[in-house]
T-cell receptor, first 112, second 116 residues
Framework: GNSVTQMEGPVTLSEEAFLTINCTYT??????LFWYVQYPGEGLQLLLK?????DKGSNKGFEATYRKETTSFHLEKGSVQVSDSAVYFC???????????FGGGTRLMVKP | DAGVIQSPRHEVTEMGQEVTLRCKPI?????LFWYRQTMMRGLELLIY????????DSGMPEDRFSAKMPNASFSTLKIQPSEPRDSAVYFC??????????????FGPGTRLTVL
């Protein structure tokens, strides 16, 4: 079956530091890949997506590139802000249906 | 559009009581998902519907849990009887099939359930 593995948190960074959150997946075929973000007390929001190999999703300064050869979709941001403190979820959707498979989430804490 | 609406936002109940969580999906969306989030187990898909029909309920933990979608604009998740281990945040999400490859799921704000 499908699975998503994320690095465990929490990840604690100082403001303006570089961020990487690793995500690898197992799936058959060519899944679509997503990063969702959950701010405290809220539901999940789509942050970015990529639908085919070598696609780069980007939004709000965050980027992730769909690497089929390494089955990875790592999230990066060049300079984090305190407002980026949240839980980040990597997810995939295969072609067979409409279900998302989520990773366990990674909590990011950014200190001023 | 107001987004996915869930009620109540917080629910505190005693063990053995019936709990009903409610969800109104985004108008026009034909998929509806119920998730449960806990520290121990993370985010779990409980059940999802397509055009009001349950498609996959393999994530429903046990017979105490049931979900219905009587029409396109309303769904309920019921727990009867509730137990302390049901304490969690329950999310509803909706999406729509499209000609594109992916279908973004839009999440509601969640219902935080505490069973004493």
């Amino acid at each position: 079956g499908n699975s998503v593995t994320q690095m465990e948190g929490p990840v604690t960074l100082s403001e303006e530091a570089f961020l990487t959150i690793n995500c690898t997946y197992t799936a058959t075929g060519y899944p679509s890949l997503f990063w969702y973000v959950q701010y405290p007390g809220e539901g999940l929001q789509l942050l970015l997506k990529a639908t085919k190999a070598d696609d780069k999703g980007s939004n709000k300064g965050f980027e992730a590139t769909y690497r089929k050869e390494t089955t990875s979709f790592h999230l990066e941001k060049g300079s984090v802000q305190v407002s980026d403190s949240a839980v980040y979820f990597c997810a995939l959707k295969d072609n067979a249906g409409n279900m998302l498979t989520f990773g366990g989430g990674t909590r990011l804490m950014v200190k001023p | 559009d107001a987004g996915v609406i869930q009620s109540p936002r917080h629910e505190v109940t005693e063990m053995g009581q019936e709990v009903t969580l409610r969800c109104k999906p985004i108008s026009g969306h034909d998929y509806l998902f119920w998730y449960r989030q806990t520290m121990m187990r993370g985010l779990e898909l409980l059940i999802y519907f397509n055009n009001n029909v349950p498609i996959d309920d393999s994530g429903m933990p046990e017979d105490r849990f049931s979900a219905k979608m009587p029409n396109a604009s309303f769904s309920t998740l019921k727990i009867q009887p509730s137990e302390p281990r049901d304490s969690a945040v329950y999310f509803c999400a909706s999406s729509t099939a499209s000609v594109l490859y992916y279908n973004e799921q839009f999440f509601g704000p969640g219902t935080r359930l505490t069973v004493l």
